[in-house]
């Protein structure tokens, strides 16, 4: 047993450049691999990424526009603009115009 441990020793002395060659480089090319495996479900997580962000984005711009609203929800004129538009209501003193020619 004592001979085996020996020539094993001598074997792993002699040859541990070579040893260590051999995993360096099976090391290398087994990461070299998982990446490229891996490749595809990065460019899917990137494309989710500029997806997500355009999301992002375009809630940005509504939440400015609401907010845009929100300030003039209580100005005088918007209220006007409302009570006009979608009640038909007109101020006391407002002359109106009705056109009563034909179009026919």
Not at 2 to 23: C, P, S, T
Not at 57 to 68: F, P, T, V, Y
């Amino acid at each position: 047993m004592k001979e085996l441990n020996n020539r094993l020793l001598d074997f792993l002395e002699l040859h541990k450049r070579g040893i260590l060659l051999w995993a360096v480089i099976t090391a290398s090319v087994g990461m070299l691999f998982k990446g490229a495996m891996q490749r595809p479900q990065i460019n899917q997580y990137r494309a989710e990424i500029a997806e997500l962000n355009d999301k992002i984005q375009l809630e940005r711009d509504r939440q400015a526009e609401i907010d845009d609203l929100k300030t003039k929800v209580n100005t005088d004129e918007y209220i006007e603009k409302i009570a006009s538009e979608k009640l038909g209501l007109v101020k006391s003193n407002a002359k109106i115009f009705i056109d009563v020619s034909d179009d026919n």
